[in-house]
């Protein structure tokens, strides 16, 4: 079986870290057209993904493919713009670095977002939802395979995958926002064909509010170490059979383009909120 060992994690984190300005505290993976976010990083680092040794290299156009190292709202972040997908090829295993080298860099809790389509009727395009819980029951979990104890246990709980308390704060955040926040499930589907409108029914039967092709590798990657995490889904288009038109990237990166000024700001105020040695 294919895998990495936690000498190759730690050979790729020591290669990141020294090209690190500083030891970052907050890790941010940003998904389809949310790049305005890593634009507001001062004094930015970027270290392009081909160049830590050892790393994954990105694959698609729409995502840069760069780390982006720097403050925001006074906090130390460090930024994926652009992440790795099933879809594009990469096992499941492999989809466990980001998070993991992120995590041997110094970073406590990790942020993610990404561009969803909305399940759940009530919502409607260009609203946002953090991700209360999810659902994955294609593909393997990148835990699978011998169990690296350095990152964490063998059996391991997610019960609690995206933390409780930044998930209040994140609310209490919103407020002022401009923005229509609702909280729900993110469901994975590996990709990259959007969905039958007969799937988004079962979807909607097996409790999920919105569906989307990342972020659950990596969610349950910073679960087995323990460390917290948030996520949101940029509500980018109805799912599909809601409306009576066809999905298209376009339409997806154009919504997420739309929010992007807007929600920009909420991270913001987000991350300047998130006491990072405090995390109940
Ligand atoms: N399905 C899957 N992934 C997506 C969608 C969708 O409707 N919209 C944005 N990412």
Do not use: W
């Amino acid at each position: 079986m294919a895998g990495h060992t936690f000498e190759q994690y730690q050979a790729c984190a020591d290669a990141l870290k020294k090209k690190l300005p500083f030891q970052p505290e907050i890790g941010l993976i940003l998904g389809s057209g949310l790049g305005p976010l890593a634009e507001k990083i001062e004094n930015p680092v970027v270290i392009p993904y081909e160049e830590i040794p050892g790393f994954l290299v990105s694959t698609i156009a729409t995502h840069a493919g760069k780390m982006i190292i720097g403050t925001l709202a006074g906090k130390k972040v460090i930024c994926m713009s652009g992440r790795f997908h099933s879809y594009e090829g990469y096992d499941f295993e492999e989809l466990a670095m980001p998070v993991r080298v992120l995590k041997l860099t110094g970073v406590k809790v990790m942020i993610l977002t990404n561009a969803a389509g909305a399940v759940n009727l009530d919502y409607k395009p260009g609203e946002i939802m953090i991700i209360n819980d999810q659902i994955m029951f294609s593909g393997a979990s990148p835990m699978r395979g011998r169990n690296m104890e350095e990152f964490g246990p063998r059996f391991f709980d997610v019960s609690k995958i995206y933390t409780p308390s930044l998930r209040a704060l994140a609310e209490k955040c919103a407020e002022g926002s401009g923005l229509v926040f609702h909280e729900g499930v993110y469901f994975f589907m590996q990709g990259p064909q959007f969905e039958t409108p007969a799937e988004i029914r079962a979807i909607r039967i097996l409790g999920g509010d919105a569906v989307g092709m990342s972020t659950v590798t990596e969610a349950l990657t910073a679960a087995h170490m323990g460390m917290p995490v948030l996520g949101f889904s940029v509500l980018t288009n109805m799912a599909a059979g809601i409306l009576d038109q066809p999905l298209s990237d376009e339409e997806v990166n154009e919504v997420g383009n739309m929010v992007s000024d807007r929600f920009s700001a909420y991270m913001e105020k987000l991350i300047g909120a998130i006491d990072v040695d405090n995390i109940g």
